[in-house]
């Protein structure tokens, strides 16, 4: 059955407007994301939205094309929804779906809770939040972010050096902590660092929690705090923040062991992390990272120190030529 405008809102997050003004020429699929023209801003500027992995799958089973509306009337034309039958009561369910939304974000605030991870990674407790991502109210913590651990398993090996970089409340950290590896867990976010402390003295994990953002230079910047959940904090933006100190991935080459699987999820900053990670790089680490900007540039520095990169999300590893939303480098050295 073809999905619907209706099925993409919830899958997306976004309102009707914006997924019937959508356009294929605007979508990234390989990449995993929405560029958003400036026309349909109220800052006038082009935005590159990331696509989660629900609305990438709803996109996929419309059977991609490379042009036109995503969703089109009559003569290619767009849609509106009364053509559609999209009835009153579907745009007020979306909206209670929302509302819900935030108010389980409003609720989350300074939740701490107490979860295990999964048997295979020892059943190790660790505190985590809600109001980092909303999945942690689940008590079965394998359903919040399975492809993480999934990732945790095809990588790290006993006795590996770790490097996670944008740690949140450590869920990598500790899984990969748990196989055997010795652990460097890097957040921006003081209070998402205390409680990743305060979860490494709780299960006695090699985890090494270094409360720093990692940026191309060294000094002192601010951490905007987002709306919707610590995970989308960044160090670029607007509105509250909270000072932090910045170090490079090469400063801390000078203080940990080089590492041999280098996690990196930092918001929309993975070049300027990646500039400052020469010397990184020449030690040979798989780089696991979420590119959500600059695609084209991360993609030149990776090819330029020889790496080559996969699609992580895809259980066939095909090599890509720029990298996706969740990318996979591995040096080259290792795939001959």
């Not at 036109?68 to 509106?80: D, E, I, Q, T, Y």
């Not at 959940?229 to 080089?258: E, H, I, R």
């Amino acid at each position: 059955m073809q999905p619907t405008p209706f099925d993409l809102c919830c899958a997306s997050a976004r309102v009707a407007g914006a997924v019937l003004k959508a356009d294929w020429t605007h979508l990234d699929m390989e990449r995993g994301v929405r560029t958003k023209p400036s026309h349909h801003t109220k800052q006038k500027k082009i935005e590159h939205i990331p696509l989660n992995p629900e609305s990438l799958e709803v996109l996929r089973s419309m059977g991609p094309k490379t042009s036109g509306p995503l969703f089109p009337g009559k003569n290619g034309s767009r849609v509106s929804l009364r053509r559609l039958g999209w009835k009153k009561s579907r745009p007020s369910l979306l909206y209670f779906v929302t509302l819900i939304r935030r108010i389980l974000e409003a609720l989350s605030r300074g939740v701490v809770l107490k979860r295990r991870l999964p048997r295979e990674f020892a059943g190790a407790p660790l505190f985590v939040s809600p109001n980092s991502a909303l999945g942690y109210w689940r008590r079965d913590i394998s359903k919040v972010d399975p492809f993480l651990l999934s990732m945790v398993r095809e990588l790290v090996r006993p006795a590996m050096s770790v490097w996670d970089i944008g740690a949140n409340v450590g869920l990598f950290s500790f899984a990969a902590a748990s196989l055997g590896a010795h652990v460097v867990a890097v957040e921006a976010d003081l209070w998402l660092a205390n409680l990743m402390h305060r979860s490494a003295l709780l299960n006695n994990l090699p985890v090494t929690v270094l409360p720093a953002a990692v940026n191309n230079s060294q000094g002192v910047s601010k951490l905007y705090l987002s709306d919707h959940g610590k995970a989308s904090n960044s160090l670029s933006g607007s509105g509250l923040a909270q000072t932090v100190v910045t170090v490079t991935l090469d400063w801390m080459l000078d203080y940990f062991p080089a590492p041999q699987v280098l996690k990196i999820d930092v918001e929309g900053l993975e070049y300027a992390v990646l500039t400052g990670a020469r010397r990184v790089l020449q030690s040979r680490p798989v780089i696991f990272c979420e590119v959500t900007e600059q695609h084209d540039l991360v993609g030149e520095l990776l090819r330029s120190a020889e790496y080559e990169f996969f699609a992580a999300r895809t259980s066939e590893r095909q090599s890509l030529h720029h990298p996706s939303r969740d990318t996979l480098a591995v040096p080259k050295a290792l795939r001959t």
